[in-house]
């Protein structure tokens, strides 16, 4: 099982602690150094002065008096750095601490209240942690934890820990982790080798972010996803069909090739940048491209829709995916994304489709295909980079693009889809 920091877990002190890393950079004190980050994190509250709270001073007095290993307010310091690490808030592997502009954005968050904007940061943050294992694997263990919880509604949040063990975020390993959770805790530290303590250990944190960020509803000790991601108040999912059923999810709606691809309007379209538009003729202008460019993106949505509903007993949905095929146990999920030719909007569309699947995947899979294996698909107009197609199938993510008449794709296309689609074979 993968190591994870666990020393805080509420958000407004994780922003309180990298405050205090900003000041101390700022005045050239030595940020890495584990006595004078943990002094400064006991100071501003982040770590506590022990059950019975005495005064800070008279605290960090007592710390000064044991070793190094045994001062708490050090291994606070160290564990908030790795986190910090993983989330791309510092980089530490240098002589100095080096803050990102992401670590100066949680900074500036320190003792505001909590908002819409606040969370859709942490969400953000903490659904891209990537999280090495020894064998060099990675996985991202937030969009795990949600994928878990939402594949076994009413999990336990010790069994939440389970997250951690999945070696890299594919359906196998998903899998894999979901048949331990109705094993008994002993039975799953036995089998997985590990300690109590690394188990006790392995489920503080993640649960209690996916809790903050309204992602998840506790009821007692067990954990449903929320019905509208980041909406905890909005219920639970609606109850499940058998195990061997495959449905769409609450929003979605059975269509054809005929009739997938027609909502949205050129001025809701979000692949085109349409900015502050003061001049008449640059107006008409933009929504016209957009206009074009929505137009573009439905065609190419039915193109896919009619290949994919060629296949037998396949079923197509959309909204809010732009297009989903139920074929027996398998799911194929795919998004649709227009190119203008620069290199600036085919990163901005590659972004989007990676962060569109993996959000569909993670909330809205488990209700639309029940126990489907689900397989995701960035669907371009014309073939982006190799660099974009590698990173995109790191991430477990087929690239196929518009070739004429046809489709072409990558390696991982050809292994998704190519039973299906013979031209990807």
Same mark, same amino acid.
């Given at each position: 099982? +993968?190591?994870?920091?666990?020393?805080?877990?509420?958000?407004?002190?994780?922003?309180?602690?990298?405050?205090?890393?900003?000041?101390?950079?700022?005045?050239?004190?030595?940020?890495?150094?584990?006595?004078?980050?943990?002094?400064?994190?006991?100071?501003?509250? $982040?770590?506590?002065?022990?059950?019975?709270?005495?005064? %800070?001073?008279?605290?960090?007095? =007592?710390?000064?008096?044991?070793? +190094?290993?045994? =001062?708490?307010?050090?291994?606070?310091?160290?564990?908030?750095?790795?986190?910090?690490?993983?989330?791309?808030?510092?980089?530490?592997?240098?002589?100095? %601490?080096?803050?990102?502009?992401?670590?100066?954005?949680?900074?500036? /968050?320190?003792?505001?209240?909590?908002?819409? %904007? =606040?969370?859709?940061? #942490?969400?953000?943050?903490?659904?891209?942690? @990537?999280?090495?294992?020894?064998?060099?694997?990675?996985?991202?263990?937030?969009?795990?934890?949600?994928?878990?919880?939402?594949?076994?509604?009413?999990?336990?949040?010790?069994?939440? !820990?389970?997250?951690?063990?999945?070696?890299?975020?594919?359906?196998?390993?998903?899998?894999?982790?979901?048949?331990?959770? *109705?094993?008994?805790? @002993?039975?799953?530290?036995?089998?997985?080798?590990?300690?109590?303590?690394? #188990?006790?250990?392995?489920?503080?944190?993640?649960? +209690? /972010?996916?809790?903050?960020?309204?992602? %998840?509803?506790?009821?007692?000790?067990?954990? @449903?996803?929320?019905?509208?991601?980041?909406?905890?108040?909005?219920?639970?999912?609606? !109850?499940?069909?058998?195990?061997?059923?495959? &449905?769409?999810?609450?929003?979605?709606?059975?269509?054809?090739?005929?009739?997938?691809?027609?909502?949205?309007?050129?001025?809701? /379209?979000?692949?085109?940048?349409?900015?502050?538009?003061?001049?008449?003729?640059?107006?008409?202008?933009?929504?016209?491209?957009?206009?074009?460019?929505?137009?573009?993106?439905?065609?190419?949505?039915?193109?896919?829709?009619?290949?994919?509903?060629?296949? *037998?007993?396949?079923?197509?949905?959309?909204?809010? /995916?732009?297009?989903?095929?139920?074929?027996?146990?398998?799911?194929?999920?795919?998004?649709?994304?227009?190119?203008?030719?620069?290199?600036?909007?085919?990163?901005?569309?590659?972004?989007?489709?990676?962060?569109?699947?993996?959000?569909?995947?993670?909330?809205?899979?488990?209700?639309?295909?029940?126990?489907?294996?689900?397989?995701? $698909? !960035?669907?371009?107009?014309?073939?982006?980079?190799?660099?974009?197609? &590698?990173?995109?199938?790191?991430?477990?993510?087929?690239?196929? #693009?518009?070739?004429?008449?046809?489709?072409?794709?990558?390696?991982?296309?050809?292994?998704?889809?190519?039973?299906?689609?013979?031209?990807?074979?």
């Amino acid at each position: 099982m +993968k190591g994870f920091p666990n020393q805080v877990a509420e958000l407004s002190k994780l922003a309180t602690a990298m405050e205090c890393i900003v000041r101390l950079t700022g005045r050239d004190e030595q940020a890495k150094d584990d006595g004078v980050l943990g002094e400064a994190l006991v100071r501003a509250g $982040v770590a506590g002065t022990g059950h019975t709270p005495i005064p %800070v001073d008279q605290y960090i007095r =007592q710390q000064l008096t044991k070793s +190094k290993s045994n =001062q708490s307010f050090r291994t606070t310091a160290r564990g908030l750095r790795e986190l910090f690490r993983l989330l791309g808030f510092i980089d530490d592997s240098g002589p100095d %601490v080096i803050v990102s502009d992401d670590g100066r954005q949680a900074a500036a /968050f320190a003792g505001q209240p909590m908002s819409d %904007v =606040q969370l859709a940061f #942490w969400r953000r943050a903490i659904r891209n942690i @990537t999280h090495q294992g020894d064998d060099d694997s990675a996985s991202h263990p937030y969009q795990v934890l949600l994928r878990l919880v939402a594949r076994k509604p009413g999990i336990t949040r010790a069994k939440s !820990a389970l997250a951690l063990e999945a070696k890299d975020d594919s359906q196998a390993e998903l899998n894999r982790i979901a048949g331990m959770t *109705d094993l008994a805790e @002993t039975e799953i530290i036995r089998r997985l080798r590990i300690t109590k303590s690394n #188990w006790d250990n392995a489920k503080k944190v993640l649960p +209690k /972010f996916a809790e903050q960020l309204g992602d %998840v509803i506790r009821d007692g000790d067990s954990f @449903t996803i929320a019905d509208a991601p980041g909406r905890a108040d909005a219920g639970p999912p609606r !109850a499940r069909r058998s195990a061997t059923a495959v &449905r769409a999810p609450r929003t979605a709606r059975q269509v054809t090739p005929q009739t997938i691809g027609k909502a949205g309007t050129a001025e809701d /379209f979000d692949e085109f940048a349409a900015g502050h538009e003061i001049d008449p003729a640059n107006a008409a202008e933009g929504i016209r491209q957009r206009r074009n460019r929505l137009r573009r993106h439905n065609l190419l949505v039915r193109k896919l829709a009619e290949r994919l509903s060629a296949i *037998d007993d396949s079923e197509l949905y959309e909204d809010p /995916f732009d297009v989903l095929a139920l074929i027996n146990n398998v799911g194929v999920l795919g998004e649709v994304k227009t190119l203008d030719g620069t290199a600036a909007d085919e990163r901005d569309r590659v972004r989007d489709a990676l962060a569109q699947l993996l959000y569909y995947q993670a909330f809205l899979m488990p209700p639309a295909a029940g126990q489907a294996s689900v397989r995701m $698909v !960035a669907c371009f107009e014309r073939r982006i980079t190799n660099d974009h197609i &590698r990173w995109l199938n790191q991430q477990n993510i087929a690239v196929i #693009w518009e070739d004429g008449n046809r489709f072409a794709g990558d390696a991982l296309s050809a292994n998704f889809l190519g039973r299906y689609l013979q031209e990807l074979r």
